[in-house]
């Protein structure tokens, strides 16, 4: 890595961004000399450009509408508090460990991004890349994670197979006796996997907006799409009246549907819970994530030293943002089979968010059937680590009128035309 | 503070007293104690360090609510991290020490952090450490950061899990919820009645009231004696309810064993309950709140009820002399309690302006200074509480006290209602959150429900009862609810004191200040969730539960906002912190996902098989002998059935009958390629696909008779299929007269393989005439071998001349015996899994799931015939999609290997021109045959079938080979043997 | 968790079933005259409304036969249960 700050920066960064100087200086006239990290302006009646949903898909997009294509004249509407739905509930998980193509350069643009993204946005959104073991509890399992890694390397993402002895050394804590219900075979790494502060994520991409001239419109509901005599978007109706616009970006997850039928079309959507659980505080006792294939549960651990845990999505379709027992209590007991030591280890509490779940789990990215509004959805449970190629495929599409090469194998055609890109397929890991 | 045990009073047994260690010292207790309580009579201020900064602190609480002492209890395999001391029980021996302090809560070096503590406002970490990399950083904030430390060794405790089912259950044993199941239990309804504590009775414990005339805490006994009487009625102690789960599912934890030194062995540590409930009364009371004010941590600041429980239910004074700091009446209360104690009050310092005259009345006997309308605007003492600073217009006074009781008002605990999905208000008279839209059949009583006069709370909380009950159908007895004084304490709202000099803390364990609040407002998170994520208020082990409602109340009072207005955060399961271990109830081990058995189990293990599972069964992979390597094992075994013959256990793979007249119909809906015109006693070759055209199953189907077909699959499809054939009939076509029956565990298979597999049948004794000429490849009879029936299909997996003899699954021991018994002349072995997978390959013949994933399409696999049938069936109109015609598919190919005869490993992939270029495919299937002594291998490769003779790279890690695409057969490829 | 009341067997626990997604789709055909965007929204596009969704489940742990349910997916309130056979009953929106 090389940084290269240029004089105005450097000046800024001490001045007024956030740097370990600034915080000495406002220190020591007692913090009242930070300003709102962004600002509340009431809504303009119109935009060149409005971004609908403050998590971090919408909050990136405006980020780099802005920055990547100069429109600043443009608004992110969010129904509740920035970062409150997905972008807040996830396991911060980031990673590009995908097996086709396609996805490997989706996700690998997103991870690199995050890997520059606390400089970019002058915010600290700890990335962290303590490395992402995925584990194999069986023959088969394994062979498929030499197909993986194998696949992964060839599309550019590194990563290696590890030995049960590097596993145990990597991860002390679980079981990988043979007698262990899911005995380990082996596994495989990705060194620059790892995990990201979600909620610092929203805020440095709303601050950093912000700072760019971007409005974010906060409990401000979009209740109805408006479109010309041609079909094309003309506005939207809020909460807090009706705004006036020729393109709309969506990124909305969980509420993709609603927004679309708003618009009059269908997606191939359905929304399900999918919860997510921090034990109590504990000293360092894992410092990579861990992916079980055969239990398709994660884990890891936060930098506040909670264990943060997540499974699959719970089974049937649901709005209600919280997470029901059964599946709890298969995810938890997973985790305290396969760590012996963690059963004594007291979960502090339990969460959940709505996905939107497409077949081939792999999002939509793109133009929709309605001219003037793009979408960014299907994101299922994999979301966060693509925060920021989300954003810039949204802006780019939006701004060019053109997708993004890394996001056009992820058009709705892809529905009609059979060629979906489906990770699970290639294996069964869960995403 | 200088806590001691007074010579009387309290429910602890002085004449049962027990040993205990913290933080290395030998102290005394009693029974009846916790390590809380015990800690307080032996006189210890310091019991934490904060999480932060590390600053000294002292007990503040009693309950679950408590910030500040976190221990971890015990060492080695059952230590236990985070515990509050105010919920451990105390026993014989027990020893604990704080977390996150070293070496010792009284004298610890994370101190330092407070010198600076300025650097560390809210959210600090977002502003720097960017550079030049946060992880550069992490490592030493994660060693700082953390409490205690988890188990290294595997918890050695048993834990238990229940479903009941009840028509009321109760939450919350004190007054109200009492009165509720009184009631409700009278009726004859089933009822249960939860309560965390080890004693029935909730606040009577500690505050001294008359109920019907009689002291509470016999009213109390009494109660549970008409409840132990009636005979639907169930009491659990230790036992909290932790999650409110949809259509009325709760989630309690019973600690069954925590509380004793040695637990008996047939009793689990812990036992998780899954009740549903026909209707749930909350009980579950109030949570007193603390006034914030500078320098409010100091050990020796305590709620005033914690102060009064220590002191009557322990008999604990929690200080010598000791200033009450409140904005309600309970602060007199709490004066008479310590007064009559002996504990000089030195000072009631109330935020009120005026105070009702019967409350003072009532304190007239005392000479007790009260002052009003001021606030304690600062404190003294290092490591404890020496002097408070009471300021007001008149006043600016120092005043020495060793302890602090401060009460702010009453929370009512509403975490499960939340849970439940209720919606509380603001209740700005009472000025607290009470339960308001119900969404599940629950009710809340008492002070959960914001009534804080007993009298009232025993009123509504029986009519509760009596009206829940009455939803089930039970009518109650006729009953008159309880009888006591209802007057509620008078409050004044009052959350902060905004003058004075040091740190005043809203969330002790997080170390979050009302100046840290100030500054999530000035940066603009000013939303509730914002403010608690920005500060980490109420995300600590103790889940906000005396900082949450005060936090936001001081949010809203920063941004000129109501408390209403500024809104709740949600509360979440579990209601306190849960053992995963107890979660998971028995499913650990063994029981995390029981891997199913074969019949024939048993006689396998006598041969010595090593088991793998495989698709949810264990199932043999070799049969060493003594001697040998797995890979020596499966060689031999391979090579055996090529020579002789093998005995391989097919019991997994699935069958499934399909019975009726329009059997048929539906079997050319679920193949891809026809089976209606299969004539009874033949057999043949079938797959399945999913309606997106990918094949999810292949088997052999057999016509047993007219209108009767089995359906076979894979092992590891055998359920799925059977559950797909039924969703496929019942919801798509149920004009289809058929009935389906899976018969996978009923049958068990012997499959016999190999060129003496007809003479080893004839050994073991077969009745029917199983010559090739009346017997044939593909074909199906049912006969009596070795006098068992028996159905013997002759279909082959291995290119050898095969049986698969399907008996009766509990014969199957005594069948597999009587096989290697007469077939030992022959040279018969028993074969695993491992050769039997190289055997098929040597063949070239298709292993769903291994060979295919979930994209392969019939064409992949040489398939592309099936779209000559006339009639439709599950998928074919997705293998027209414009993708499933692509010629650069995957195409399933043989691959030999060039200039050697290594084995090609499973998963490496191809490449043309160096790893660079992309991957062209990837081996699926790779086995080292003994009989043509080279690797034998089977690849998905991008348009393979056009290029075949092409060779590749094949590359894993650092292994590289070369290899030629071939056909997939490998051996006989005229398929003489298989038809012998 | 969930409580079902099955239509043969009576109240269970949601353990006992497995949810299998949208009621009420029909299958198009036959397959050479449907369109690929015909078949992609039928293998696909799904209501997903947030509130009542009608729906099929299984008694997978129990008698094996599927039906209907009409649930709330804001609150998984059950509004409606209802045999294969039995015709698609009004709910409020």
């Known amino acids: 890595m090389s940084y290269r700050i240029s004089d105005w920066k450097i000046i800024w960064v001490l001045g007024v961004g956030y740097s370990g100087f600034r915080l000495i200086r406002e220190a020591l006239r007692g913090h009242r000399g930070w300003g709102p990290a962004w600002r509340s302006p009431e809504p303009k009646a119109r935009y060149d450009a409005l971004i609908v949903g403050g998590g971090g898909h919408g909050l990136a997009t405006a980020y780099y509408l802005a920055k990547n294509h100069g429109l600043t004249n443009i608004a992110v509407l969010e129904k509740g508090w920035i970062g409150g739905g997905n972008t807040g509930r996830n396991t911060t998980v980031i990673r590009s460990n995908y097996y086709y193509p396609e996805s490997a350069a989706l996700y690998d643009f997103s991870l690199k991004l995050y890997e520059n993204l606390a400089q970019e946005l002058n915010y600290n959104v700890m990335i962290s890349q303590r490395g992402m073991i995925t584990l194999a509890h069986s023959r088969h399992d394994l062979e498929g994670a030499h197909r993986w890694v194998g696949a992964m390397n060839a599309n550019g993402v590194e990563t290696r197979m590890l030995s049960v002895a590097e596993i145990k050394r990597r991860i002390p804590a679980l079981d990988v006796s043979p007698t262990a219900r899911y005995p380990v075979w082996g596994g495989f790494m990705q060194k620059r996997a790892g995990t990201g502060r979600h909620d610092a994520i929203a805020w440095g991409y709303a601050r950093a907006a912000d700072r760019l001239g971007v409005d974010i419109i906060q409990n401000c509901e979009v209740t109805g799409i408006d479109r010309g005599p041609d079909g094309a978007v003309t506005g939207v109706q809020t909460t807090r009246g009706a705004i006036a616009t020729s393109k709309i970006g969506l990124a909305v997850s969980g509420r993709s549907t609603a927004l679309a039928e708003m618009a009059g079309f269908r997606l191939p959507i359905t929304t399900y819970a999918l919860q997510a659980f921090v034990t109590e505080p504990l000293k360092p006792c894992l410092d990579v994530v861990v992916l079980s294939l055969s239990t398709g549960t994660y884990l890891s651990q936060s930098d506040k030293g909670g264990l943060v845990i997540g499974g699959g999505f719970d089974l049937y379709p649901s709005y209600a943002q919280r997470g029901n027992l059964p599946a709890a209590r298969r995810v938890l007991a997973a985790v305290a089979d396969q760590y012996p030591g963690f059963g004594r280890v007291r979960l502090l509490r339990q969460w959940a968010g709505a996905v939107d779940v497409v077949h081939d789990s792999s999002p939509i990215l793109g133009t929709s059937p309605v001219e003037g509004l793009y979408l960014n959805c299907g994101w299922g449970t994999g979301g966060f680590k693509a925060i920021p190629v989300g954003g810039t495929t949204l802006a780019h599409h939006m701004a060019t009128g053109r997708p993004h090469a890394v996001a056009a194998p992820f058009s709705l055609e892809r529905f009609s035309t059979g060629a979906l890109i489906d990770e699970a397929a290639a294996s069964g890991i869960p995403h | ?980 | 968790m969930l409580r079902i009341t099955c239509p043969y067997c009576g109240p269970r626990d949601e353990l006992e079933f497995r949810c299998g997604g949208e009621a009420h789709i029909v299958r198009p055909g036959p397959p050479e005259t449907v369109s690929d965007e015909d078949w992609g929204a039928y293998l696909f596009q799904r209501q997903n409304p947030v509130g009542a969704h009608h729906e099929r489940w299984v008694h997978e742990g129990g008698c094996r036969q599927w039906f209907h349910l009409v649930r709330d997916t804001r609150t998984h309130e059950v509004i409606a249960v209802y045999k294969m056979d039995e015709p698609k009953p009004e709910v409020p929106e």
């Open chain 2, 1 to 980: 503070m200088s806590g001691r045990r007074l010579d009387q009073g309290g429910q602890v047994d002085r004449s049962q007293p027990l040993s205990f260690t913290f933080e290395g010292r030998a102290y005394t207790g009693f029974v009846g104690d916790t390590l809380a309580s015990a800690l307080l009579a032996n006189g210890v201020s310091v019991v934490g360090r904060s999480f932060k900064l590390h600053r000294p602190r002292g007990l503040f609480a009693a309950g679950s609510d408590e910030p500040n002492a976190l221990v971890q209890l015990e060492t080695g395999a059952r230590t236990e991290p985070n515990l509050k001391a105010t919920e451990i029980e105390l026993y014989e021996g027990l020893s604990a020490r704080a977390v996150n302090c070293w070496p010792s809560a009284r004298f610890d070096l994370g101190a330092v952090n407070g010198l600076a503590d300025r650097f560390f406002p809210a959210g600090f970490y977002y502003k720097t450490f960017m550079w030049p990399d946060w992880h550069l950083y992490e490592w030493a904030i994660r060693r700082a950061a953390g409490l205690g430390k988890a188990p290294k060794d595997a918890d050695p405790d048993r834990y238990d899990m229940r479903f009941a089912h009840c028509d009321v259950l109760v939450v919350g044993g004190g007054p109200a919820g009492l009165a509720a199941a009184r009631a409700a239990a009278s009726g004859g309804a089933r009822v249960m009645l939860v309560e965390q504590d080890a004693a029935l009775g909730g606040r009577l414990n500690w505050d001294a009231a008359a109920i019907d005339g009689t002291d509470g805490l016999a009213w109390t006994d009494k109660v549970l004696e008409e409840l132990d009487a009636a005979e639907e009625a169930q009491v659990l102690t230790r036992t909290t309810a932790i999650g409110y789960f949809d259509h009325n599912l709760i989630g309690l934890v019973e600690r069954v064993s925590d509380h004793v030194e040695q637990a008996d062995s047939d009793k689990p540590r812990q036992r998780f309950w899954q009740v549903r409930a026909g209707q749930v009364i909350l009980a579950t009371g109030v949570e007193e709140r603390p006034i914030v004010f500078p320098g409010n941590d100091r050990p020796g600041v305590m709620m005033a009820s914690a102060v009064r429980r220590y002191l009557n239910q322990y008999g604990v004074a929690a200080g010598q002399s000791a200033v009450i700091f409140a904005n309600n009446d309970e602060a007199y209360l709490t004066a008479d309690t310590l007064h009559a104690a002996g504990v000089e009050v030195a000072a009631i310092v109330d935020t009120r302006v005026s105070v009702s005259p019967d409350v003072l009345a009532a304190m007239s006997t005392r000479a007790v200074p009260i002052y009003s309308e001021v606030q304690i605007t600062a404190t003294r003492g290092r490591k404890a509480l020496s002097s408070v600073l009471v300021s007001g217009a008149q006043v600016d006074e120092w005043i020495d006290c060793d302890l602090l009781a401060v009460s702010g008002g009453f929370n009512p605990r509403l975490q499960l209602f939340r849970q439940s999905g209720g919606k509380p208000d603001y209740d700005e008279a009472k000025a607290m959150f009470v339960p308001d839209l119900s969404v599940q059949a629950e009710t809340s009583v008492g002070g959960a429900a914001g009534e804080l006069g007993l009298g009232e709370a025993l009123t509504v909380a029986h009519e509760a009862g009596v009206a829940a009950v009455a939803e089930s159908g039970y009518r109650a007895a006729d009953l008159v609810a309880p009888v006591a004084d209802s007057r509620a304490p008078q409050l004044t709202p009052f959350w902060r004191v905004d003058e004075g000099k040091g740190k005043a803390f809203v969330d002790f364990q997080n170390d979050v200040t009302v100046e840290d609040i100030a500054l999530s407002a000035r940066e603009n998170f000013v939303s509730v969730e914002h403010l608690k994520r920005y500060t980490t208020l109420g995300m600590a082990p103790d889940q906000g539960k005396t900082s949450g409602v005060t936090g936001l109340a001081i949010l809203g009072e920063l941004t000129g906002r109501s408390v209403a207005e500024t809104g709740a955060t949600a509360d979440r399961f579990p209601f306190v912190p849960t053992a995963l271990g107890t979660l998971a109830g028995q499913a650990r081990g063994e029981l995390f996902r029981p891997i199913k058995r074969m019949a024939a189990h048993e006689v396998h293990e006598e041969l010595g098989a090593v088991f793998e599972e495989y698709g949810g069964w264990a199932r043999p992979a070799y049969y060493p002998e003594p001697g040998e390597s797995g890979w020596d094992a499966e060689q031999r075994e391979a090579l055996c059935v090529r020579q002789a013959a093998g005995l391989f256990d097919g019991s997994p793979l699935g069958k499934i009958e399909v019975v009726g007249p329009d059997a048929g119909t539906f079997l050319d809906r679920i193949y891809a390629n026809r089976l209606s015109n299969l004539k009874p006693g033949r057999l043949r070759y079938g797959l399945m696909l999913n309606e997106l055209g990918v094949v999810i199953d292949d088997g052999v189907a057999a016509c047993l008779g007219e209108n009767h077909f089995m359906v076979g699959t894979t092992g590891a499809g055998a359920d799925t299929i059977a559950a797909w054939l039924e969703e496929w009939h019942q919801t798509e076509w149920p004009e289809l007269d058929i009935v389906i029956a899976p018969m996978t565990q009923q049958w068990g298979v012997l499959t016999l393989s190999g060129p003496r597999a007809r003479d080893i049948l004839d050994a073991v004794g077969v009745e029917a005439d199983i010559s090739a000429e009346a017997f044939p490849h593909m074909r199906f009879i049912e006969t009596n071998v070795a006098g068992v029936p028996a159905r013997i299909f002759r279909v082959s997996f291995t290119g050898e001349l095969s049986y698969e003899v399907n008996v009766p699954a509990r014969r199957m021991p005594d069948m597999w015996r009587a096989f290697m018994t007469a077939g030992q002349p022959f040279g018969l072995s028993s074969v695993g899994l491992d050769a039997w997978m190289v055997l098929r390959t040597e063949k070239g013949y298709l292993h769903v799931g291994a060979d295919t994933d979930g994209a392969t399409v019939p064409d992949d696999i040489g398939w592309a015939r099936v779209m000559k049938k006339q009639s439709d069936f599950i998928g074919r109109r997705s293998l027209t999609q414009p993708e499933n015609l692509r010629t650069d598919r995957y195409q399933l190919v043989g691959l030999e290997t060039v200039g050697s005869n290594a084995m090609l490993p499973v998963g490496a992939h191809l490449f043309m021109g160096g790893a660079d270029g992309g991957s062209e495919g990837y081996v699926t299937s790779s086995g080292f045959s003994p009989t043509l002594q080279h690797g034998v291998a089977l690849a998905m490769v991008k348009g393979g079938r056009a290029r075949m003779g092409q060779v590749f790279e094949v590359r894993m890690d650092k292994a590289l080979h070369r290899a030629r695409i071939v056909d997939p057969c490998f051996y006989d490829p005229s398929g003489d043997r298989l038809n012998d």
